[in-house]
């Protein structure tokens, strides 16, 4: 899926040297304080045995999360492991490695990947299990805590030493480690990783009351004290040194370890903020949208997506597909009030993918499908998608022109739109053609001036209201990032405005909240050109969908998770009057332009 919130990608908003340092010193200081001595004496603390209730908190692969990006789209420039801060993985044999090559012990239960936090990550033995042979037998076993703790450690100091998204360092990781760790490694690693990502802030402020500073290491031990129970004895124990291993605790770290033993991640005197995940770059942007329910909305922003899927009419009806889908193993039921909407309710078996492989279903959530409602296109008009990035609304659009008139997918990212093209193959899309832009003032758009009905532009926005999705982004940018997005949305905003004919609609979306990239943005466009006039979504939702809007969409749409369910969106439908002559503010007309 195309990356909303990276705008990195666009060659805008790229950040120097020195911004990404401040980047990595904000998300964690990575060394290890060097005024903590190695602890010597062995920590005197006892082993609670709570069971890890608080969960919520596992990984959940991301299938059509708008701000997924895979390793394809890695921005120009340095290779991730030219970039400084970042380790190559390593893995050194140690001694247990030797007795890795084992044979499966059948007497020995093997545990399920999903168990309960508490038993999953419990302080495992390390003899050498009877019956290796090594460099015979070919089966791996699992890695013990310890070791798997290291990886998470690397991929953490990794991630934010490349500011790079989660997902993509924990396959990069694995790539680089070469199926040395069987499938539920990966899967604990995972779970780990995801964790302290989704647990950042309540953990940081357990480190700020402890006086400690911001550092991933501390930020992992105090994961393992407050949210898998583990006393100081069992941290020592992990935390062994040498290779492979932790470093050995320090006084300070078994002190401070030991201060948090039974106590809950969530405290009663926790800020509102911190106990709902929210960074603070976005916190005052989401209280002035949701007032009293700030509280609600951000904990549910900080929940779990569900998988939303999208019926092709090239290919099937929702009618008839669900049965199907049933019939395969995944438990799906109708959106009832879009036209094509589809929610899993349980597919374990990801029974719903040879459908997506046919090009029968697409995944997308249930709000970017009302954006691409909301375009109202028609069959045989001019149409164009701004920022298509991986072609998920030009999907759409194309069904709702049943492949008549001329879609254009624009991006300026070219990989992007070759995802795109790929998919509206599969889709059976033929009206839909690529153009790939040097930039949203890039001379084509001058030439192509007045000549579309309709202009989406789902805009590169800090994707606050798709955290659910991709959680480590919000920890990926700040204030000065916002204020970047905001000057490059302004930006493409004004120059695809000139693509609308009289009367026709141009559709601004994005997927945050926060009211600077998305009122406010419309309200200063509308006062620079008087030529557009809001057109209140309900109606267009009353022609084109199955429900009555719900009655708190306004005259610009505003989905959130806890009212709506949905991922959160915004979108504003602005009409070109239908004589007005086309009005181009003086610095829209970019010299290099003509
Ligand atoms: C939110 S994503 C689009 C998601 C896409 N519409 C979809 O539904 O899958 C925003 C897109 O804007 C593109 N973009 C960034 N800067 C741009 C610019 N200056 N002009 C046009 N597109 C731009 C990004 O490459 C990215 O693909």
């Known amino acids: 899926m195309a990356d909303r919130s990276d705008p990195k990608k666009s060659g805008k908003v790229l950040s120097g040297p020195e911004k990404q340092q401040a980047r990595k010193e904000r998300f964690t200081a990575s060394r290890a304080p060097k005024e903590d001595a190695p602890s010597s004496k062995r920590p005197v603390g006892r082993s609670t045995d709570r069971s890890a209730d608080r969960s919520g908190d596992r990984f959940e692969e991301r299938s059509g999360g708008r701000s997924g990006s895979s390793a394809s789209d890695r921005p120009h420039g340095r290779s991730r492991d030219q970039k400084p801060g970042y380790q190559k993985p390593s893995y050194q044999k140690t001694d247990s490695d030797k007795n890795r090559t084992v044979k499966p012990d059948r007497s020995v239960r093997q545990t399920p990947v999903l168990e309960t936090r508490a038993s999953a990550l419990k302080v495992e033995d390390e003899r050498p299990k009877s019956g290796a042979r090594p460099g015979r037998d070919f089966q791996r076993v699992d890695l013990p805590l310890g070791r798997l703790l290291f990886h998470v450690h690397q991929i953490l100091e990794n991630a934010s030493a490349t500011n790079s998204p989660i997902d993509r360092e924990l396959a990069s990781h694995f790539a680089n480690i070469k199926g040395r760790l069987t499938d539920r490694d990966h899967s604990r690693i995972r779970d780990m990783v995801w964790g302290v990502i989704r647990r950042y802030r309540r953990l940081l402020w357990w480190l700020e009351i402890k006086g400690q500073t911001k550092q991933l290491r501390k930020l992992l031990l105090a994961d393992l004290a407050l949210t898998y129970n583990k006393s100081v004895a069992d941290i020592t124990a992990l935390c062994r040194g040498g290779g492979g291993y932790l470093a050995r605790l320090t006084d300070s770290e078994a002190r401070v370890l030991s201060s948090m033993e039974g106590k809950n991640l969530a405290e009663e005197t926790m800020p509102e903020g911190a106990m709902n995940e929210c960074p603070p770059w976005a916190e005052s942007g989401l209280r002035a949208v949701f007032g009293e329910r700030f509280g609600e909305e951000a904990a549910a922003l900080n929940g779990s997506a569900p998988l939303d899927l999208r019926v092709n009419p090239f290919k099937g009806n929702r009618e008839d597909l669900l ?37 029968e279903i697409e995944i997308q959530d249930a709000g970017s499908q009302v954006l691409s409602v909301l375009v109202a296109v028609e069959p045989g008009q001019r149409v164009i998608d701004f920022c298509a990035g991986a072609g998920g609304k030009t999907l759409a659009l194309a069904a709702d022109m049943d492949n008549r008139g001329q879609l254009v997918a624009a991006d300026v990212h070219s990989k992007r739109l070759a995802r795109a093209a790929q998919r509206l193959k599969r889709a059976g899309v033929f009206n839909a053609e690529r153009k790939i832009l040097e930039s949203e003032r890039d001379p084509w758009v001058k030439k192509n001036k007045g000549k579309f009905d309709r202009v989406l532009v789902d805009a590169p926005c800090s994707g606050t209201g798709a955290w659910r999705r991709s959680p480590d982004s919000k920890w990926r940018r700040d204030e000065e990032d916002l204020a970047e997005l905001v000057a490059l949305q302004e930006s493409i905003l004004t120059s695809a405005a000139r693509l609308v004919k009289p009367g026709g609609r141009l559709v601004y979306a994005t997927c945050s909240l926060l009211p600077d990239e998305n009122e406010e943005q419309v309200e200063k466009f509308l006062r620079s050109r008087p030529d557009f006039k809001l057109l209140p979504v309900a109606e267009i939702w009353k022609e084109r969908m199955p429900r009555e809007m719900p009655e708190h969409i306004g005259d610009m749409l505003r989905l959130s998770p806890a009212r709506d369910e949905t991922d959160g969106f915004f979108a504003a439908v602005l009409v070109r009057e239908d004589a007005a002559p086309i009005a181009v503010p003086a610095q829209e007309e970019d010299k290099s332009v003509n």
């Open 323 to 359: 049965p199907r889908l049933e019939k395969a193993g995944c438990k799906a039921e109708a959106i009832d009030w879009l036209p094509h909407g589809i929610r899993v309710l349980n597919d374990p078996k990801k029974a719903h993918l040879p459908f997506y492989e046919r090009g």
